[in-house]
């Protein structure tokens, strides 16, 4: 592909002034091509230093603008229209004017200064350009001057403009808005020790739609419900998960280092979990890995099949390996690959939902992961104005320390959140 890429370049610059040749020289296309050729080879370091400069300068152009243009957007929503949706509306029709209007004068900026520079070193390296008895006369343009045709222009002006926006508009406006899934990070892991009874248990009372909890596999193979592989900050001991047995493992106190009424908080055991939890809320869970590990992806699977788990949770991983074991011995689980950083098309992946970071969650890659019917869960949400920009961008699923404050604000959305919606879509690509 870079090959090609590379080719294709340099036949672009190989044929700089064929248009040249053509429209000033009245060549056709044959000769023309040969033409610019020639004219490139006479002087193939400044023709090629000047279009790569011309070319980087309308990318860094292009670049600056759209990093200012969503830097805009941004104060839009968050500063200045805040929860009005009034204020939201204007707001939109004035960026959707002045992204046109910025667009239409960039394009018509950058190809005058493209043409004028392939023009200027046209002429330089001995490329003909015909006299005329016009030469020097200026171009006048006639606007209207009766208020009706000032009416009539502005309208043209307008259905052109909107003929430009529509398929953004329509995308934004023709959305199906389905309530947020909640899903507890660790279970309600702000008002409790993480991943413990006590944290999985606020979550069910807060309503949240999953608990997400991360396993880990013990020394005997036993999954057990933990996070670190070390537990020094949980229970302040040196002992690593992989090095205890699962009984000895449930037997260790994680409570008391997130505040002492949570003393006798113990890790529990995956089984535990799924059996309080069927019936009363779902589980997201996530496969950890420590260098050790055997058969943690099978063992996770034969609890989903032996206790008919698989409409009730959903398994998710770092690591796409684990993700294909499960796979590869159960289709029918619903998997979910953790993308942090992504390097290549992580919609290759063979995943039915992705869950990801809050800086990846743009509107553009949660549009292509539902045209290609996957979910997006994002975490972690967790302030409120996040929490309603995400809900905005139209994700599947938030994963939050708050799960209470999440369904209090996904509870109380109306029509007009739907219109800040559909208007943060059109803008926030």
Not at 339 to 356: P, Q, R
Not at 399 to 427: N, Q
């Amino acid at each position: 592909l870079a090959l090609v890429m590379v080719v294709c370049y340099w036949l672009f610059v190989r044929w700089t002034f064929l248009l040249h040749a053509i429209l000033l020289e009245g060549m056709k296309l044959g000769p023309a091509m040969k033409r610019s050729a020639a004219l490139v080879a006479s002087d193939r370091r400044t023709v090629v230093r000047t279009v790569l400069g011309m070319h980087g300068a309308i990318l860094l152009v292009a670049a600056v603008e759209a990093l200012l243009f969503r830097g805009l957007i941004w104060l839009a929503f968050d500063v200045i229209a805040g929860d009005s949706v009034g204020i939201a509306v204007v707001c939109a029709a004035v960026l959707l004017i002045l992204s046109i209007v910025v667009g239409v004068v960039t394009a018509v900026l950058a190809a005058s200064a493209a043409t004028s520079m392939a023009t200027t070193l046209y002429v330089r390296l001995g490329g003909v350009v015909p006299t005329s008895d016009r030469a020097g006369e200026k171009l006048k343009v006639k606007l209207p001057q009766t208020a009706r045709g000032i009416v009539l222009m502005v309208c043209v002006l307008f259905l052109g403009a909107l003929l430009l926006a529509w398929p953004q508009i329509e995308q934004a406006f023709t959305f199906t808005f389905e309530p947020v899934g909640i899903t507890a990070h660790r279970g309600s892991s702000a008002a409790a020790p993480e991943n413990t009874w006590a944290a999985i248990k606020l979550a069910h009372e807060q309503r949240s739609d999953y608990c997400e909890i991360d396993v880990l596999e013990a020394k005997d193979g036993a999954v057990v419900v933990i996070h670190d592989i070390n537990l020094r900050r949980l229970a302040g001991r040196r002992d690593n998960v992989f090095d205890l047995t699962g009984d000895e493992l449930t037997q260790i106190d994680v409570g008391r280092w997130f505040d002492p009424k949570f003393e006798g908080e113990k890790i529990p055991l995956l089984r535990d979990v799924m059996v309080w939890c069927k019936g009363k809320m779902k589980l997201n869970i996530e496969i950890k890995i420590h260098g050790r590990d055997r058969d943690i992806p099978e063992t996770v699977v034969d609890l989903i099949q032996e206790l008919d788990y698989h409409d009730d949770c959903v398994v998710t991983s770092l690591d796409m390996a684990m993700l294909r074991r499960v796979r590869a011995k159960d289709p029918t689980i619903k998997i979910g690959a953790i993308v942090t950083a992504s390097i290549g098309n992580v919609h290759a992946l063979d995943v039915d939902f992705y869950s990801i970071e809050l800086g990846q969650a743009t509107v553009s890659f949660i549009r292509r992961s539902h045209a290609k019917g996957r979910e997006v869960h994002v975490w972690t949400a967790n302030a409120e104005r996040t929490i309603q920009r995400m809900i905005d961008r139209g994700v599947d699923n938030l994963i939050t320390d708050y799960p209470a404050r999440v369904y209090g604000m996904r509870e109380g959305r109306g029509p007009d959140d739907e219109l800040r919606s559909a208007l943060m879509k059109l803008f926030d690509r």
